[in-house]
């Protein structure tokens, strides 16, 4: 029997985890204290909130929750500590590369509006980068709870900043909302001025919204998607495009797409050729960062160190990494597997 190699040693690319959702707990409650916010008390338990999302009144809560904690986020330097804390933990945890999210929307009017917001996260994901030597890049990410035209103008203002640290585009929030279709002018844009297209599917709907993600938005890569497992048919085109999907296992349960981690089709998406990049979404509230999503593949699910070695660089190449990063992580990785 082999001893199992440490995950947290295993180079990989972390690319699905929300801005607010990265802090740790501790600077959390620091920020609260620091602006006096009474937080809800599933914040300040000392344990992640349980949560159920797969009903609106469960969703409502998560974002509640999600919203609270962006309250304490008023400053330049609060952004700056928030993003450096989060490249700091994924380096703690084997990352060489992180594709941070955010929808700079939420934070615009307590940092002088749009443009300075922007301008102030990718000045702090430059010096964290620059500081810790994670390669750090960022993808705007819109509402679908509003209008389309909002999601146009942060289209248009991702592309405006592409050459300074925007890579990519999402949709986030409730699926269940909103028709993908609504938002295809704003995917246009961002395809058009060479961003990837990133929007959320397949987590608290079905396969429907994965189609609608390839359909409507063109999406080179899903966020969560994991739903997909239940259509072979859609799981055959994801693996024919190579579309790859951002795989949350611990965030699939604590939201109960998922009852137990054993559930998350896993296995199911690796075996039909479906890329994978596992990422841990909003760690603040689900309590697990990067190596505890390979630790649930290993655990739950049986992968070999040779299968997580695979999914470590299918993680590398769903990225935006530029190619001689992808080139030294996916050496890291034969590297690891060797030793």
């Known amino acids: 029997m082999e001893h199992p190699r440490d995950l947290t040693l295993l180079p990989k690319a972390h690319l699905h985890l929300h801005f607010t959702g990265s802090m740790r707990p501790s600077t959390l409650l620091e920020l609260a204290d620091k602006y006096g916010v ?7 338990a000392g344990e992640p909130p349980k949560l159920r ?29 928030l993003v450096r804390e989060a490249a700091e933990e994924d380096v703690r ?35 964290a980068s620059r500081e810790t030597g994670l390669g750090m890049r960022v993808l705007i990410a819109a509402n679908r709870m509003k209008h389309p035209l909002d999601a146009r103008t942060l289209a248009r203002l991702a ?26 002018r704003a995917f246009a844009i961002a395809r058009e001025g060479g961003l990837l297209a990133a929007p959320h599917g397949g987590e608290l709907t079905g396969p429907a919204s994965v189609r609608d993600c390839l359909d409507d938005l063109h999406a080179s890569r899903i966020g969560h998607g994991v739903r997909a497992a239940e259509d072979p048919r859609l799981l055959q085109r994801l693996a024919d495009r190579q579309v790859t999907c951002e795989v ?57 160190d040779a299968e997580l070695a695979e999914l470590a660089r299918q993680s590398v190449r769903g990225s935006a990494a530029p190619g001689d990063v992808q080139d030294k992580l996916l050496a890291g990785i034969d590297h690891w597997l060797a030793a």
């Open 38 to 44: 009474r937080l809800p008390d599933a914040l300040t």
């Open 53 to 81: 999302a797969t009903d609106e009144r469960g969703w409502f809560r998560f974002q509640r929750l999600y919203d609270a904690a962006r309250s304490c986020l008023r400053e330049p330097e609060d952004i700056q500590r």
């Open 93 to 127: 945890d084997g990352s060489g590369w992180l594709e941070i999210q955010v929808d700079p929307t939420s934070y615009a009017p307590l940092l002088g509006g749009m443009i300075p917001a922007v301008e102030i996260i990718l000045d702090a994901v430059d010096t």
């Open 159 to 184: 592309v405006r900043y592409a050459d300074r640290g925007i890579v990519g585009f999402g949709l986030s929030n409730d699926e269940r909302r909103g028709m993908a279709r609504d938002f295809d």
């Open 248 to 304: 949350c296992p611990a965030s699939n349960v604590a939201l109960g797409v998922y009852e137990r981690p054993e559930d998350v089709p896993l296995r199911t998406l690796f075996e039909a050729g479906v890329p994978m990049a596992l990422g841990a979404d909003d760690p603040l509230l689900f309590g697990s960062r990067l190596a505890a999503q390979y630790e649930i593949a290993r655990r739950h699910h049986a992968f070999t």
